[in-house]
């Protein structure tokens, strides 16, 4: 066995690129403080666009691959895609605000990812409008991305991986495949390469390579916490840091290496970068980048940088490292070589991605030489911006198409309330399409609540939005503004608006409560006032409460099996049987759980190394509140040995302090390290043979 794993590391088997060179001629930046993207011209240094997309203090992500350029700022939710051709914001689409919305390019498709409500939608290009019906994973999603083959990838809270790829004539996805990995859940990324992904599951202690041709199954001790991965990188080096523990966890062929970089003086590393070979690790708050090779070691010197918070990105085979409001940044050449770039210019005009496109008017018509009439038997025609004319001023385009008018009659009910949340039914009137068919509705509402805005987009008339309360006392009686856009071909029309006060917690379930708003009555001069109107006495049948079974009931029975999945076997009272809410058999140690129906006999948990706590937890079909069972508690498989500078588990050596000491395990090194203790095991047995046993033996 050491023998042909010595030829097999003698031979080797290459190393694939360093990452994905997007050659468009465009390299674009983000200027959060300003609100602005920004185009940098590499041979020059020089900025040459500025786009604002947004308004100050935003928070920008920028996506360019494909001849795509798709910003989502995450203040906000708001995703744009430009028209590199004219500069123009061709389609926007809005999103949830935060970490909750990712968006992904492959192959000149735009996904849209949706992580709390688990979905993927497939976007338009053009216009961010879904094509086809969004995959619904039934849970969250951890993280979801998409390699250089065209394969989607997606984690959800269950610890499960699902392959997906789109079917361009059934206009849907297809999953072709889905396993559960043990120690995934929540706290799951993914990074893709040319084929499969890299998961790391750190606060699991697994690392799992799939997909590649080369699969990788690695342990690690656990590492809670937030976990940045690369945004893309070759199979045989594959970065992410854990900002909270001040590391960097690096997949280098078939070892997983552990890199303390607080010792390296990037106390709080950001997002890591793949380039010539190495990784790329900015330092939040240190003002630099180091480089480390695939060992964990220093691959180069430091790369210091004008803000303190640097940021990454690769295009054009170059590296541009910026910093939020930072004037300056910094390029890496291919030969590891650094020079400045200038990224503001207060001299460079900025570009309105909203104005009016240009083009050529055609001469006027000649005079009629006689006045012309009105075809609607006298009526007086209404000027444009009259309310409900539908269709404002300045928005006729080249070609005579028209923007469709704002929705009328916009409204707001209650839906349900809850002491985490507050749902909401927007409803309005079908846009006048004004010669061009109405293919959607845009809805955003904002007010003073956690994340200031929420939206959603429709083809019907009406759309549900969940507002959250925690944080404010915005649901206790703030105010909702409400507007409705309605979408064709040509453009959005103006907003169909709302403002609705939030209505007192008098009960503990209010009835649903509406406000609505219609166009104006013709003005008409009366000499009398008008009748009172009549009085009417209105009943509400009020829904049965939202309950849940009793609290600490006996339900899971036994526990059996061994290693990291384990059966659940459980018996239901019931009131838990026959529960009208959701049901979860959960590892609250660890944060892992699974959905199942409420009365299921046995379900598969995962469990990891120690004492895991597992109970089923029952949730009010509204959501307002919950209560778990008896709890039982198994003890997990064990941690991996771990000696000073290294651990021997799962098959793999996992080097822990690089940086301290150099061990180049490799192939062959691991093939003689399972030699050397298996002569040591031999050894050890025949002492114990010869030795004397005892009867109670030794403590």
Request: aromatic share 4%.
């Amino acid at each position: 066995m050491g023998v042909l794993l010595l030829v097999g590391a003698a031979l080797g088997t290459g190393v694939a690129r360093t990452a994905v060179d997007v050659s468009d001629g465009l390299t674009w930046l983000p200027d959060n403080p300003r609100g602005e993207v920004v185009q940098v011209n590499p041979a020059s240094g020089r900025p040459e666009v500025r786009l604002r997309v947004s308004g100050g203090d935003a928070s920008l992500d920028i996506t360019q691959r494909d001849g795509l350029l798709v910003i989502l700022d995450r203040r906000n939710g708001q995703i744009t895609v430009m028209d590199l051709a004219t500069l123009l914001a061709s389609g926007r689409r809005q999103a949830q605000p935060g970490p909750a919305t990712k968006v992904l390019v492959s192959e000149g498709r735009i996904y849209v990812v949706d992580r709390p409500a688990g979905t993927i939608a497939n976007a338009d290009p053009v216009t961010l409008a879904d094509i086809g019906k969004p995959w619904r994973a039934g849970r969250p999603l951890a993280d979801v991305v998409a390699d250089e083959a065209g394969v989607v990838w997606a984690a959800d809270h269950d610890g499960r991986l699902h392959t997906l790829e789109w079917l361009s004539d059934a206009r849907k996805f297809r999953e072709r495949a889905s396993e559960r990995v043990r120690g995934a859940g929540p706290a799951t990324i993914l990074v893709p390469h040319a084929k499969g992904v890299t998961l790391f599951g750190l606060d699991g202690g697994v690392v799992r390579q799939v997909g590649t041709g080369a699969d990788v199954n690695g342990s690690t001790p656990r590492l809670p916490g937030e976990v940045l991965g690369a945004q893309s990188s070759p199979a045989g080096l594959a970065p992410a840091s854990v900002p909270g523990q001040g590391t960097v966890v690096i997949v280098a062929g078939d070892r997983v290496v552990r890199v303390d970089v607080a010792a390296l003086g990037c106390a709080t590393p950001g997002r890591p970068v793949v380039f010539r070979d190495k990784v790329y690790v900015p330092c939040r708050g240190d003002a630099k980048v180091i480089v480390l090779d695939k060992a964990g070691r220093r691959g180069g010197a430091d790369v210091r940088t004008p803000g303190s918070d640097p940021e990454i990105v690769f295009d054009d085979g170059k590296l541009f490292i910026s910093a939020p409001g930072a004037e300056r940044g910094v390029i890496v050449d291919q030969d590891g070589s650094t020079r400045p770039v200038t990224i503001r210019s207060p001299s460079l005009p900025v570009v309105d991605p909203d104005r009016p496109p240009t083009v050529d008017v055609p001469s006027p018509p000649r005079p009629s030489p006689r006045p012309e009439t009105n075809d609607r038997g006298g009526e007086q025609q209404r000027g444009p911006d009259v309310p409900g004319s539908g269709v404002p001023s300045g928005v006729e385009t080249p070609g005579g198409g028209n923007v469709p008018g704002a929705p009328p009659g916009v409204t707001v009910a209650l839906v349900s309330r809850s002491a985490t949340e507050l749902v909401v039914d927007v409803g309005w009137g079908a846009a006048e399409d004004n010669g061009e068919k109405v293919t959607g509705y845009t809805v955003e509402a904002s007010g003073d609540f956690a994340g200031g805005t929420r939206g959603a987009q429709t083809t019907g008339t009406n759309a549900q939005l969940t507002i959250p309360c925690g944080g404010s006392t915005f649901c206790a009686g703030g105010q909702l503004d409400v507007a409705v856009k309605a979408l064709n071909r040509v453009g959005e029309s103006a907003a169909g608006t709302r403002s609705w006060p939030v209505p007192g917690t008098t009960t503990d379930d209010p009835p649903p409560q509406t406000t609505t708003t219609t166009d104006p009555p013709p003005q008409t001069t009366t000499t009398t006032d008008p009748p009172p109107p009549p009085q009417t006495t209105t009943t509400t049948t009020q829904p049965p409460a939202a309950t849940v079974p009793t609290a600490g009931a006996t339900v899971i029975t036994s526990i059996t099996g061994n290693g990291y999945t384990r059966h659940v076997n459980m018996t239901w009272p019931a009131d838990w049987a026959g529960h009208d809410g959701t049901c979860q058999v959960l590892n609250t140690t660890l944060g892992y759980g699974a959905t199942v129906a409420c009365g299921a006999s046995t379900v598969d948990v995962d469990v990891d190394t120690g004492s895991n706590r597992i109970v089923v937890r029952a949730t009010a079909r509204d959501g307002s509140q919950s209560v778990d069972s008896a709890a039982k508690n198994v003890r997990g498989p064990k941690e991996p040995t771990c000696g000073k500078y290294a651990c021997l588990g799962s098959g793999k050596l996992v080097e822990l302090t690089p940086t301290q000491k150099s061990i180049d395990f490799g192939q062959a090194g691991a093939g003689l390290g399972f030699l050397v203790v298996a002569v040591l095991v031999q050894v050890v047995g025949r002492r114990k043979e010869s030795a004397p046993s005892t009867e109670d033996g030794e403590r």
